[in-house]
């Protein structure tokens, strides 16, 4: 089936009150739209999880920093309702920018992301998670969402997202839901569109990196590093934003027990991340 396709709010509403009068649950998979094999994972996996499955397609201008991709950054909205479709969407609710910030962006109240907003992305990117935090929070408002469904892929998102629902009192469960990734171990990623093909297969380095931690997770976090580190210096065309084991709090990594390896990397111009579980210690 089609999915009903909304812009505005006052439409967003009318689709959603026949589900809401009955109390239908309600999941929603916030997303920035160019959608590829990942997001289509979360879509059904809200569809296990909820009688209405809403996504929303909205570029958020707040999480983009000076200089970086807002602009450029792919928009494709009758693909993504094709392939809403396909993963079973109910609603797609693609808003225009004064629908999500009637205020204008970047006034009006943000939500601070804490510490751990601070971290890791956080550290490169200034303004970006509590853009991110802003308008989960606007879009937890608008469609009033049972459950939120997000990718491990953006990890630190995940963690914070969940952080906002629990200490903002959103009344709302936050499922996450493992990385896709192409043949090569490449997690899928709109901005996987930028790279060319000798920037394509660099990428690939980043999740060769993390089988690299992951082989070496029984030695401590320091080897899980030092291996990780030692492919990507290996592999020219990659330059390493920062590389991270922590808890998977994203607090200190461990001597022992579950952690998180977690990259960025710039090939070319394309900024890319990528991070995965470990078990350290033996
Ligand atoms: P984006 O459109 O990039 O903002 O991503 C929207 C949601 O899709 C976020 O929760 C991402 O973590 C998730 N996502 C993006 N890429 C993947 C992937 N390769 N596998 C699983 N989830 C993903």
Request: overall charge neutral.
């Amino acid at each position: 089936m089609r999915p009903l396709l909304v812009r505005t709010r006052l439409d967003l509403d009318a689709g959603l009150a026949a589900h809401r009068a009955v109390g239908a649950r309600i999941a929603l998979v916030p997303t920035m739209g160019a959608l590829h094999e990942g997001h289509a994972a979360l879509l059904r996996r809200a569809g296990d999880e909820a009688a209405l499955v809403v996504a929303s397609i909205f570029v958020n201008p707040t999480q983009f920093g000076p200089g970086e991709d807002l602009d450029r950054y792919p928009r494709q909205l009758a693909a993504d309702v094709d392939l809403c479709a396909r993963a079973g969407a109910d609603v797609v609710f693609a808003p225009e920018v004064d629908a999500v910030y009637p205020e204008g962006p970047g006034r009006g109240i943000t939500v601070d992301p804490g510490a751990y907003g601070r971290v890791l992305e956080g550290a490169s990117r200034p303004d970006h998670f509590s853009g991110v935090l802003t308008v989960v929070a606007k879009l937890s408002g608008l469609v009033r969402p049972d459950v939120a469904v997000f990718g491990e892929k953006d990890y630190q998102q995940l963690v914070l997202v969940t952080a906002l629902a629990r200490d903002l009192c959103l009344r709302l469960r936050v499922v996450g839901v493992p990385t896709v990734r192409a043949d090569d171990g490449l997690a899928l990623s709109s901005r996987n569109a930028y790279l060319d093909p000798a920037g394509r297969r660099a990428a690939a380095a980043l999740s060769r990196a993390l089988t690299a931690g992951v082989q070496h997770q029984r030695s401590g976090a320091a080897s899980v590093h030092a291996a990780a580190e030692r492919v990507l210096a290996r592999t020219p065309g990659v330059d390493v934003d920062y590389l991270g084991v922590t808890d998977p709090a994203l607090a200190p990594a461990p001597e022992s027990g579950p952690a998180r390896l977690l990259v960025a990397a710039r090939v070319g111009d394309t900024r890319l991340i990528d991070n995965t579980a470990l078990l350290l210690g033996g």
